[in-house]
């Protein structure tokens, strides 16, 4: 890897790929222009498995092919789903959810799956096709992303159009464990991609970043042992194997996109965290 951008990946993938002539990037630019074989890891956007995992793509025909080997068999997600749903069931203060709702999703202004080629897209770009399917449901809910700075201004302008709307902030997982809402839609979303697990229609506003099944090859764990960069780089088999442990990777960029409030571990040590901050507070 010669990007100094990519420090993280390699630092964490070195003693795997270090006699590899492939060039790594970690969620580079597909547009990326390249001449030799490079290999591009990015996040998968289905993140409410026990860890979040890699996405690969690559400009080799004969790399892609070996990669195909360890692609992850997609069935798993609708079992993991279930289970996020019957724990929503059990145990969780439910929102207030009309049956047969939509719901939209936001995201950032700045989010680069937005950018068009000319400029950042909004779902006020997309009113028309919002209603077309909004006026199959009894209600619309407005989930802005917790980091957007316009989501006010974007819920009150699409309220104004849509009328029978409301803006929820519930976790997401939640919401997508919730059987009112049938059909989840945004510009470009990695929720898109969750929510066909959760049974869940799904419309894609703009065309999707991925390709699975075909450029894009989803692989989960096995890049944690050599014997899968010595198949796929054609590199020494180092004899190393980390076993699998949830969240290695949610841990190592400190990302968890809502699954904190699904995981126990998770939940325990924000609880923990919260009761640091506040005992600091009141007596220093």
């Known amino acids: 890897m010669k990007d100094s951008s990519n420090l993280w990946l390699n630092q964490l993938f070195d003693t795997f790929t270090n006699s590899s002539q492939v060039e790594l990037y970690f969620e580079a630019d597909k547009k990326l222009q390249h001449q030799d074989t490079i290999l591009n890891l990015s996040i998968h956007p289905i993140r409410f498995a026990d860890d979040i995992f ?57 989010d ?35 980091y957007a700075k316009n989501s006010k201004k974007i819920y009150r302008a699409l309220k104004k159009e849509l009328g029978n709307m409301e803006i929820v902030y519930d976790n997401i997982y939640h919401l997508l464990s919730s059987r009112q809402i049938l059909h989840v839609c945004a510009i470009n979303s990695s929720v898109l991609y969750e929510a066909k697990y959760f049974k869940k229609d799904v419309t894609f506003l703009h065309k999707p970043t991925f390709d699975f099944h075909n450029q894009d090859i989803g692989v989960y764990g096995d890049y944690f ?7 796929i780089l054609d590199v020494e088999d180092k004899g190393v194997t980390l076993p699998f442990v949830p969240n290695r990777l949610r841990k190592s960029l400190n990302d ?7 995981d126990n571990e998770i939940i325990l040590k924000d609880i923990v965290k919260s009761k640091i901050r506040y005992l600091l507070h009141r007596y220093l």
């Open 225 to 231: 042992c050599s014997t899968f960069w010595s198949d």
């Open 112 to 146: 680069k799956v937005l950018f068009d080629g000319s400029k950042y897209l909004s779902l006020l770009d997309y009113i028309d096709e919002i209603k077309k399917v909004a006026k199959r449901y009894n209600k619309v809910y407005f989930k802005p992303h917790p």
């Open 54 to 110: 890699f996405n690969f793509y690559t400009n080799s025909d004969q790399l892609r092919d070996k990669l195909r080997r360890y692609e992850v068999d997609y069935r798993l997600f609708y079992h993991q789903a279930d289970i996020i749903k019957a724990t929503y069931l059990k145990s969780v203060k439910k929102e207030k959810i009309e049956e047969s709702s939509l719901l939209l999703i936001g995201q950032t202004e700045r």
């Open 256 to 262: 968890f996109w809502g699954y904190n409030t699904i």
